[in-house]
């Protein structure tokens, strides 16, 4: 489900792409049978930990994908799981699920039901990150995030950097109309900082109606995406610096590790927001880059567990201080779990076998009856 992301970004970004950690950490978030054939060619499934992310555990692609693991387990000689000898942890709110698993409780790690997955790899979500880093890293991580709280807790407003940035981010949004947003990390071990970011704003803001159920006159969060910095020059930029949509842009830097490849990377990186910045005219229409397109840079002294956990924290506190001058709700998201119901119950017919007594618009039931024949 939605927990993943977090783990999975920090979990590649302090073990330098899993390249220095013992442990190996590998995310099984969708029921695509493809996805489950990649992972089991990467695994020894009967030396493998299996934690089961999930605030509700009542997740269907959670279920289902739990279901799977276990009839593979089954399958394999010798799998005599007991109390003190498990193949399965769980992180969740919902412990009494848990239990209904069969996970004895002693391998339950439970965090409290008002965390939000989105929010959550500071708990016992951020599990894999554990293992991955060991705990003196981990503590390193909280001890960061900490630190951001703590700032943003005791700083006036024209000095608190998430306040600031969230103003700011108001300001392109609804003053300024600009629809989107683009975070263009410049290390490899943030590529996966755009996805994670992208559920945190999209997924916490993307709302029309605020806390008391009225309609929000102004536009929310806009779309947001990314890509590492070297890979985006040559997908997206272009439009960046010439296409009639402006939006604003973080570029995001780690200073230490120096080398000749990485100085290269962070010169592109200054580069290009100097050109966003400046723009060209040398009197060729076809050559020719208005500027003025904003950009805020980002430079990491090092990326550790201290920064990565700074980082997190910062667009965290960002992303809470738009939803509460938008009178917002982040913590919830109806929208998603629309679609979700919609899927159970057509699950729920198929199997019921009164299909045909549903009622879904005539777009729907067409498109279904295609999928159902090829199956």
């Known amino acids: 489900g939605g927990s993943y992301l977090g783990p999975k970004l920090v979990v590649q970004a302090l073990t330098e792409l899993q390249t220095n950690n013992h442990i190996k950490v590998f995310f099984y978030p969708c029921v695509d049978d493809l996805a489950l054939k990649s992972l089991l060619a990467n695994i020894d499934i009967t030396r493998t930990l299996f934690c089961i992310s999930s605030k509700s555990l009542g997740t269907i692609e959670t279920i289902r994908n739990t279901d799977t693991i276990i009839k593979l387990l089954e399958t394999s000689p010798n799998y005599q799981p007991s109390a003190n000898n498990q193949s399965f942890v769980t992180a969740t709110a919902n412990s009494q699920r848990a239990i209904e698993l069969d996970i004895p409780e002693s391998h339950i790690m439970p965090f ?127 439009a960046f610096h010439q296409g009639r949509d402006v939006l604003p842009i973080d570029f995001i830097g780690v200073l230490a590790d120096a080398s000749e490849n990485q100085d290269f990377l962070l010169i592109n990186m200054l580069a290009q927001s100097a050109a966003l910045m400046n723009g060209n005219d040398d009197g060729d229409k076809q050559s020719y880059c208005p500027g003025n397109r904003p950009s805020t840079t980002f430079l990491l002294k090092k990326l550790t567990a201290d920064s990565m956990g700074q980082i997190l924290a910062l667009y965290e506190h960002m992303i809470f201080v738009q939803s509460v001058i938008w009178n917002i709700n982040c913590f919830d998201q109806p929208g998603v779990e629309l679609g979700k119901k919609i899927a159970r119950k057509i699950v729920d017919h198929m199997q019921d076998g009164n299909l045909k007594q549903m009622d879904l618009d005539q777009s729907t039931e067409q498109l279904l009856s295609r999928v159902l024949r090829s199956l």
């Open 112 to 238: 409290d039901h008002a965390t939000g997955g989105r929010f959550s790899v500071w708990s016992s979500i951020g599990f894999p990150v554990l293992m991955a880093v060991g705990e003196k890293q981990f503590q390193a991580f909280l001890s960061g995030a900490y630190k951001i709280d703590q700032h943003f807790a005791n700083t006036k407003f024209e000095e608190n950097v998430p306040v600031l940035m969230a103003l700011i981010s108001i300001w392109y949004r609804n003053f300024m109309q600009l629809s989107a947003y683009a975070v263009i990390p410049y290390d490899v071990r943030l590529k996966n900082l755009p996805a994670w970011l992208q559920q945190l704003m999209m997924e916490s803001n993307g709302k029309m109606h605020d806390i008391n159920g009225d309609e929000i006159p102004s536009s929310t969060s806009p779309w947001l995406f990314g890509e590492h910095g070297q890979l985006s020059q040559h997908a997206f930029f272009q």
